[in-house]
């Protein structure tokens, strides 16, 4: 039971030194050459590569061959003042506005921002790209009554925390939780994802300095073009 085991755990090292040591879109040998390469029978090998084309590490196409798939784009948590500002993640970040009205909180959202459900919230909806490529929807929620001159430009331009700064909302901390999900029809759409594609759903509770809850977030992003690291002290 272990030999088939080891055996498909060294084509994946194989392929895995392949991938970080190769630009994308760079091809990775034929099956029938990495069975030689490696001494190894080909199901082995179909099912390693088959496991990092699922993992987002390696693409396929049809009548061409696999290949490098493109980078992840990577995230590293932190708990400092500079989490509050845009992502710290590599590539051009920009924000497509899908929808913005102000509308009453509702139970779930008003609990959370610790308001009436009937108090009415600035809804915005926007698909975030980098270097163009849609890699998450946000869903915000930000009380009326914390900001109520924030504009669809204030939503589309820069740094959402500094726009509210200019509305004399300083944020001070946040809670945020991340958990694995997959994507809807609408979500699939989008991003540009199959139906029930992987992904990661992250919900984020925002404190100003007044103690006041000013933003609940919740958002999607593409579990094949995201990842998170964190760094741990000893």
């Excluded at 946040?174 to 699939?188: K, M, W």
Aim: charged residues 25%.
């Amino acid at each position: 039971m272990g030999e088939p085991i080891l055996k498909r755990e060294r084509v994946r090292d194989h392929l895995l030194e392949l991938i970080e040591t190769h630009p994308s879109g760079a091809p990775i040998p034929a099956e029938r050459v990495l069975c030689q390469q490696l001494s190894v029978s080909r199901p082995t090998v179909r099912s390693a590569v088959e496991e990092l084309v699922n993992l987002g590490l390696l693409v396929r196409q049809h009548g061409r061959g696999t290949f490098v798939a493109r980078a992840k784009i990577t995230q590293e948590l932190v708990s400092d003042s500079h989490a509050m500002t845009a992502p710290a993640a590599s590539g051009t970040w920009s924000s497509r506005v899908l929808e913005h009205a102000k509308v009453p909180a509702g139970a779930r959202v008003g609990r959370r921002l610790h308001i009436s459900p009937a108090a009415e919230i600035h809804y915005i909806a926007r698909l975030r790209l980098v270097d163009g490529e849609p890699v998450a929807i946000e869903h915000l929620h930000v009380p009326v009554a914390v900001a109520p001159g924030l504009t669809l430009h204030d939503m589309e331009s820069g740094d959402f925390y500094e726009r509210l700064r200019e509305h004399d909302v300083h944020v001070r901390d946040a809670v945020q939780s991340i958990e694995p999900t997959v994507t809807n029809d609408t979500e699939s759409a989008l991003l540009d994802v199959p139906v029930l594609a992987p992904a990661l759903l992250f919900e984020r509770l925002t404190t100003d300095a007044q103690g006041r809850q000013v933003e609940y977030v919740h958002s999607i992003y593409r579990g094949d073009r995201y990842r998170i690291v964190s760094r741990l002290t000893f």
